[in-house]
């Protein structure tokens, strides 16, 4: 099985080597890596990138796409059956990381996606990012070290079947950031695929600095907006109304402990103008059996 290792960046050259470092590492023979970057101020050039036995392709834009867009075009130029996606502050723990995502697809026919745990580093502190909700976690907190189905996966390091690309679609570049992990997901349940969460790969996800107030309000609106859209898309109306009146409550009260209220009005504003140019694709009784039994996004 070929994997392809996908990589998107920007002005970040010091995490992206140290996120090529971690592939270089790896014990699994069969892969090559594909790097985007995306209008860096300081384009990155092939030989910047060279580590020492490690398959580079490098892409370029002129222009900034966006991380999701950027993504949709190393999955359009990537030759392996398996797409493994990391953000450059992104690095594989384990040197046999690639190989334990061979072998999940190899023992789970089903399954179209991997999710990985991913770990958070800020200082010294460490925060988990997994594809559970809060509550199910609190209510069993051995998910976190347990192998199952999830109905969810983060995109900042995960591995997808080509075929998942190929039959769902690409990646949404309307949305441009937040929430198209959902958006997938629900496509690639409604196709029949499964989606898996393998706590023995792990990756480290290390944000550099504190976000300013300007990424703060940018993220608020999208995530915002996005979630309008996706809900409208994909939720039969019992969860629709429900689901996006419970995230638009929360989204309100982070962006006043953000100061990003006005960007929260403009995501809410933007969403809701967007809607009508939605096509609704309300998931079957087979996807919502799946995601009910597996702590799906319903509800809420």
């Not at 075929?163 to 959902?182: D, Q, S, W």
């Not at 979630?227 to 009146?245: C, D, E, G, Q, S």
Request: proline residues 6%.
């Amino acid at each position: 099985m070929r994997v392809s290792v996908l990589v998107t960046t920007r002005n970040r050259p010091a995490a992206l080597h140290r996120c090529l470092t971690s592939l270089a590492r790896q014990s699994y023979p069969h892969f090559d890596v594909f790097v985007f970057d995306d209008a860096s101020a300081v384009p990155l050039r092939t030989e910047a990138l060279e580590v020492e036995g490690l398959p580079i392709q490098l892409l370029h834009s002129s222009t900034q796409l966006g991380p999701i867009e950027a993504r949709n075009r190393l999955m359009q130029a990537a030759t392996g059956d398996v797409f493994v996606v990391l953000d450059d502050d992104a690095y594989l723990d384990d040197d046999d990381a690639l190989s334990r995502v061979v072998d999940a697809f190899d023992e789970l026919p089903q399954a179209g996606l991997l999710a990985f745990k991913l770990i958070e580093t800020r200082g010294d502190t460490e925060h988990l990012l997994l594809p559970h909700p809060r509550r199910a976690l609190y209510h069993n907190p051995r998910l976190a070290n347990q192998m199952g189905r999830v109905s969810n996966y983060l995109a900042g390091a995960h591995a997808l079947r080509r075929t998942v690309f190929a039959r769902c679609g690409p990646f949404r570049p309307a949305l441009c950031y937040g929430h198209e992990e959902l958006d997938l997901s629900y496509r690639a349940i409604e196709a029949g695929f499964e989606i898996w969460y393998l706590p023995h790969v792990v990756a480290y996800h290390v944000p550099e600095g504190a976000p300013s107030p300007a990424s703060r309000a940018w993220k608020t609106y999208h995530l915002v907006r996005n979630r309008l859209i996706v809900a409208y898309t994909y939720l039969p109306a019992r969860y629709a109304i429900t689901h996006t009146a419970l995230w638009l409550g929360w989204y309100l009260l982070v962006a006043v402990r953000q100061h990003t209220t006005a960007a929260f009005g403009r995501g809410l504003r933007d969403g809701l103008a967007a809607l009508p140019r939605s096509k609704r694709r309300p998931l079957g009784e087979a996807a919502l059996t799946y995601l009910q039994r597996h702590h799906g996004r319903l509800w809420y």
